[in-house]
């Protein structure tokens, strides 16, 4: 219970936190609002289909990437404005940051899904087909990009936060990729050992 209302508790004050004068407010909204999604789908599903604590950790910590994100736009945060000085990038790279989680996060939600229901029966089938979904996933996110920035014009620059590098698109998706592998390496073990626990 109390660790419920320690997560709630935490994206909430994120959430505010990062409502109190935005860069941009259509752009807050438009990169909290999944974050947003994420919170209604875990509610509905909370009692019918828990998931791991791992998976909630890891959805807290992409929702606040998000909510980062949108205070600042992605191509406006501080810290990565400092680290642009620092080692010489010529763009603030928070939005890798966040595509990398879009990899990272996901994969692993998909592996649960996937897992518990007995989708698959086959390790290594299921590891090609959630890291297809992940870049499906991606995919579709970059074609929901694309059709705000044609719908707002002008508007839609914090959003795609491209900063006027023409293959953004293409290396937002191969960071997805790699999330989604590094997510498979690095956690497969242990998420393995908590899904016995549900």
Wanted: glycine share 6%; with cysteine.
């Amino acid at each position: 219970m109390i660790g419920k209302i320690f997560w709630i508790g935490i994206f909430f004050a994120v959430l505010i936190w990062s409502a109190i004068y935005p860069k941009d407010y259509f752009t807050w909204f438009l990169e909290v609002f999944p974050a947003l999604i994420a919170f209604v789908v875990m509610a509905l599903t909370y009692k019918t289909f828990p998931l791991t604590k791992l998976l909630y950790i890891l959805i807290l910590l992409h929702a606040i990437v998000l909510m980062v994100g949108g205070h600042y736009t992605y191509a406006e945060v501080p810290l990565f404005d400092s680290m642009k000085e620092w080692f010489g990038f010529t763009r603030n790279n928070y939005d890798k940051v966040g595509h990398f989680a879009q990899g990272f996060v996901p994969v692993m939600v998909a592996r649960e899904i996937v897992i518990r229901k007995k989708v698959f029966t086959s390790k290594a089938w299921m590891n090609f087909f959630i890291v297809c979904f992940v870049l499906a996933f991606s995919a579709f996110y970059e074609l929901i990009e694309w059709a705000v920035a044609e719908m707002s014009g002008e508007g839609a620059d914090s959003f795609l936060a491209t900063q006027g590098y023409i293959w953004d698109t293409q290396s937002d998706m191969a960071w997805a990729l790699f999330g989604a592998i590094v997510g498979l390496v690095l956690l497969s073990s242990y998420h393995d050992r908590m899904l016995k626990n549900v």
